[in-house]
């Protein structure tokens, strides 16, 4: 292992949340857009028995472009093998940003394996389909020029929201994701959203599971469709949410970064560092 990996992580006097699973996608590590300090500090307050990452966890499209790798980005890649290393099971299924790592699937990295997709039992013995979800995205498949037009775009928004956020910091105020405001605001992407997740259950349905978790679009929820479940992680450049199971297969999402908020509102009230 490289000297990095064996470093101390910062001590935690925060007794740790445990649950049997947890579902993040969309980290997007080598963009500005990452927010990698809420989500290290997120894996490095819980515990778990399986780690899916669902997708777009490293941006080979814009890394691509240009490289940018600061120091938080590498903190989260060496915090998810630690959890390897320490027993916890990690399941990397790669998604349309990082589509170079589907020609290793079957493979392993660090105590990481890499599928194209997985099949998880609940606790409670219900199974779900784990995929990125790219494929249900007729933009990415059909009109890929179409796709990095649009991830261009994106990339602005993302860009104008580091900014933003920057001066928030200093102002004292928390995380707000310009990027996800508008975005729910705009007719067409709420129109797509529905339609991509009643695709996404479709196929869960033909499938013959109980229900499909995925990432993709950025945007955290859970459904029913005709008896099959929908789940999106969300993501860890707007929203910065997880998806997790507790020890009953009980799944519910985890908004980091309004706990982050709340953590600090009540250390504010308090007087005391957050």
Known sequence: MPDWFHEKEPRSFQPKKKYRTVWISDIHLGTSGCNAELLLDFLQSIKCETLYLVGDIVDGWRLRKGWYWPSSH???????LKMAHKGTRVVYV?????????????LG????????????????GRLLLVTHGDMFDSVVLYAKWLAFLGDTAYTFLLKANVWLNAVRRRLHLPYWSLSSYLKMRVKNAVAFIGEYEEAVARAAIERGVDGVVCGHIHHAEIRDFDGVTYYNDGDWVESCTALVEDKHGNMSIVDWAEENRQRKYAA???NVPA
Do not use: C, Q, S, W
């Not at 590498?74 to 998810?80: D, L, S």
């Not at 998604?95 to 079957?106: K, P, S, T």
């Open 109 to 124: 990295f660090g105590g990481v394996e890499l599928a194209h997709e997985a099949i998880h039992e609940t606790a409670d």
């Open 94 to 106: 790669p998604g349309n940003h990082d589509e170079m790592f589907r020609d290793y699937v079957g």
């Open 74 to 80: 590498n903190e989260v890649v060496r915090r998810i």
């Open 268 to 270: 504010k009230l308090a």
